[in-house]
């Protein structure tokens, strides 16, 4: 299916002259050298993250600059400067330098979006400890599971989280401390015993910390990924990452100084510290933090009340929002955006096209992993959208459509798409599967796991996971388009597409479908959204069977599990769920 294109703005139409200009020259002459001198560096050559993100803003010229817009879930506000930050990390690497925290030794946090979160973070990596965020809706297996996996020494956690978590804590040998934050005093209760007080030793610890010791290539940051496909991996990054963080923030979210930019992904996942703290930190950008979950009109309202000017969101949340409606936005304020984007999952064209009618502007879609640590391929201010495209990589970034021998297939053709290693911000292992890790990379290139085709104009069409792709009669169908297609019915809110063994044409292709508020779930309307997707979709690609279903499994970090789908379908057993938001 092919939609139309949306050219790119000409310059008199965009509000801030976009800072990547020539894609095509910059691609061909990019060197990732002259990105690293727009970094600060530390005295010697090493080189820190949180330096990169914070001190050397705070030591330059950005030192009474609010870095940080806060809204807590209870209505609080409060706002942090870089000079804020650096001391309050400063203090937070002392609390643990004092607590005897070694270089290397893996410290977890299980917090909710609050600022002391970030302080922690940063402290962290200035002590060059590895920092190892977990998304607080975690319940105690995933957390178990985690920190025994990483061996983590110390967990920063909040009195509600600790509470939740307090049968596990028995099963975990090497934690030596808990450190419970008590943002605002929220809780009453007294500390559990061991436990230590976050307030109290921060008060105690002092505002300046040095020198920092990290090089490039020292751990950073571990985050396990979705599980959408199976048990979650721990994939290891390094503080070299920061180049990259700081590039794509740059070219690909074009971030500028005078932004207010709100990234709506919690640091439990990667895009929630990648580009929820490194990107617009280490491009001295403010932004506003919500600690609320989602209600699409408290979204608008933070857009709204902040006035955000750029803001980087996940096709799970415009979906949500296009489920509440077109009347909504209209009742705010939402001139303020300039610039949006999308990643987790691929951006269905109806959502790009929503965009534009509701804020008058399209969405760029974006692709990378947990293991690639940062934007590979995306859109970019300066290029036309093909809708349903993941764009075109970034400049310092070479991707291919591969065979299984390391083949490059030809424009047009689907195959897996591989990364040529490496970039700054790869990942450096999975967390004690260093086996697994080396399987990633074969001929020369790092699989992705992922299914694609490039047109010949160069960009990237993704097709879906290697796992979900469907065989139908000889044809191999990308759950991608079908879902696509079906959510352009006006009665469809979502769709997840599985293969369903079939004994003639080896698999047909089913659809789960939820349907927007006012909406029967009625035979006649599964007869309508089944004639409308054949005559979207070419023959033996449209479903065969279509399922309503009141919502779809989808990971904490929202994205469908079709593997979940299918083996309910199936019968088979569920495997790992420990990601699995239940609602
Ligand atoms: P697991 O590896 O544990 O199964 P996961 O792959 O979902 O989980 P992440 O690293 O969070 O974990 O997600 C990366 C994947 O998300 C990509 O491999 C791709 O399948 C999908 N993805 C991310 N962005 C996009 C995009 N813009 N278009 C299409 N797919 C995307
Ligand atoms: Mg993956």
């Known amino acids: 299916m092919t939609y139309p294109v949306i050219e790119k703005p000409s310059l008199a139409e965009v509000r801030m002259k976009p800072n990547l200009?020539?894609?095509?020259a910059t691609y061909r002459s990019f060197q990732w050298k002259s990105v690293e001198r727009e970094l600060a560096w530390l005295p010697g050559g090493g080189l820190n993250l949180a330096h990169e993100c914070v001190d050397r803003h705070a030591l330059g010229g950005l030192r009474d600059k609010v870095a940080m817009l806060w809204e807590g879930k209870e209505g609080e506000e409060e706002t942090y400067t870089f000079e804020q930050m650096r001391r309050e990390s400063n203090r937070f690497a002392n609390l643990l330098k004092g607590l005897g925290v070694q270089?290397?030794?893996?410290?977890?946090?299980?917090?909710?979006?609050?600022?002391?979160?970030?302080?922690?973070?940063?402290?962290?990596?200035?002590?060059?400890?590895?920092?190892?965020p977990l998304f607080s809706a975690f319940g105690p297996d995933p957390v178990r599971d985690r920190l025994l996996n990483s061996g983590a020494r110390v967990l920063v956690t909040q009195p509600d989280l600790r509470q939740r978590v307090a049968s596990i804590l028995k099963d975990l040998p090497e934690l030596k401390h808990i450190i419970v934050v008590n943002k605002n005093n929220r809780s009453r209760e007294p500390l559990a015993r061991g436990d230590l007080s976050y307030e109290v030793l921060m008060a105690n610890a002092s505002a300046e910390f040095g020198p920092l010791t990290t090089t490039k290539d020292d751990y950073s940051i571990m985050h396990y990924t979705s599980g959408t496909t199976g048990r979650p991996k721990g994939a290891v990054h390094r503080h070299y990452a920061v180049v990259q963080h700081y590039l794509t923030g740059k070219w690909v979210l074009d971030l500028h100084r005078e932004d207010i930019y709100w990234c709506t992904a919690d640091p439990g996942w990667v895009t929630g510290t990648s580009y929820g703290m490194s990107a617009p930190w280490s491009n001295g950008v403010t932004q506003v933090i919500?600690?609320?979950?989602?209600?699409?009109?408290?979204?608008?309202?933070?857009?709204?009340?902040?006035?955000?000017?750029?803001?980087?969101?996940?096709?799970?949340?415009?979906?949500?929002?296009?489920?509440?409606?077109?009347?909504?936005?209209?009742?705010?304020?939402?001139?303020?955006?300039?610039?949006?984007?999308?990643?987790?999952?691929?951006?269905?064209?109806?959502?790009?096209?929503?965009?534009?009618?509701?804020?008058?502007m399209p969405i760029h879609d974006n692709w990378w992993q947990t293991e690639t640590g940062a934007i590979l391929i995306a859109n970019y201010p300066i290029l036309s959208i093909r809708p349903g495209s993941m764009g075109k990589p970034?400049?310092?970034?070479?991707?291919?459509?591969?065979?299984?021998?390391?083949?490059?297939?030809?424009?047009?053709?689907?195959?897996?798409?591989?990364i040529r290693p490496e970039w700054p911000a790869m990942f450096r292992t999975y967390w004690q599967d260093e086996e697994r890790y080396r399987s990633r990379f074969q001929n020369g290139w790092y699989v992705t796991g992922d299914r694609a085709r490039q047109d010949k104009d160069g960009y990237f069409w993704f097709v879906g996971r290697t796992d979900d792709v469907i065989n139908t009669a000889g044809h191999l169908v990308g759950p991608f388009e079908v879902e696509s297609a079906l959510i352009e019915h006006p009665a469809v809110a979502e769709a997840g597409v599985i293969g369903k063994p079939d004994p003639i044409a080896m698999e047909v292709v089913k659809a789960f479908v939820s349907l927007k508020e006012g909406y029967e779930p009625t035979p006649q309307l599964r007869n309508e959204i089944m004639?409308?997707?054949?005559?979207?979709?070419?023959?033996?690609?449209?479903?065969?069977e279509i399922e309503f279903v009141r919502s779809l499994p989808k990971t904490r970090s929202g994205k469908i599990m079709r593997r979940l789908l299918k083996a309910r379908e199936l019968g088979l057993p569920e495997g790992d769920t420990s990601t699995l938001e239940e609602d």
């Open 21 to 24: 200009q020539d894609y095509d």
């Open 103 to 132: 270089k290397g030794d893996r410290v977890f946090l299980f917090m909710e979006r609050v600022p002391e979160l970030y302080f922690a973070f940063f402290g962290i990596l200035k002590l060059g400890a590895v920092v190892g």
């Open 290 to 360: 919500y600690e609320g979950g989602f209600r699409a009109s408290a979204w608008y309202q933070v857009i709204q009340k902040y006035g955000v000017t750029m803001w980087y969101t996940a096709p799970t949340a415009i979906r949500m929002l296009m489920k509440a409606g077109e009347e909504l936005p209209g009742q705010y304020d939402l001139s303020s955006l300039r610039y949006i984007c999308s990643v987790g999952e691929p951006l269905n064209p109806e959502a790009i096209f929503w965009g534009q009618k509701v804020f008058h």
């Open 531 to 544: 004639r409308f997707a054949r005559q979207k979709l070419a023959a033996g690609v449209a479903p065969r």
């Open 394 to 418: 970034v400049p310092g970034i070479r991707a291919g459509i591969v065979e299984q021998d390391g083949k490059e297939l030809p424009p047009g053709q689907e195959g897996d798409l591989a």
